[in-house]
């Protein structure tokens, strides 16, 4: 059973950082590329970042670029979201998520919070 676990989120101030975690499970975990995806109120869900399964490639989007790292741990099992000089835009409940035989699996979200 397939398992997407985040956590790491919460209210920060503008400029400040956060690093997000997803625990995985159920799977083959460094075989996969894994992605986090950000859904603000009112908006889609869009991408922010993605990291192939050995983790020797990334992409960003371009508002994230340069202040957000994504990385992966394969001992671990765990996919990290590292993100820096937050803006109040960076608002958003934050996913991770895994392609698995065509098959999109989520984890339940994090809240962040960038505000003063």
């Known amino acids: 059973q397939v398992q997407l676990v985040e956590s790491g989120g919460g209210l920060v101030q503008p400029g400040g950082s956060l690093r997000l975690s997803c625990a995985a499970s159920g799977f083959t975990f460094s075989v996969y590329a894994m992605s986090w995806y950000r859904q603000a109120p009112g908006k889609e869900r869009e991408v922010v970042a993605v990291v192939t399964g050995a983790g020797g490639s990334t992409n960003y989007a371009d508002s994230v670029k340069g202040r957000f790292t994504i990385s992966r741990d394969n001992g671990k099992n765990t996919v990290y979201l590292q993100m820096n000089s937050l803006k109040p835009e960076d608002t958003a409940v934050y996913y991770c998520?895994?392609?698995?035989?065509?098959?999109?699996?989520w984890g339940q979200g994090t809240q962040v919070t960038v505000s003063s």
């Open positions: 998520k895994a392609n698995l035989w065509g098959t999109a699996y």
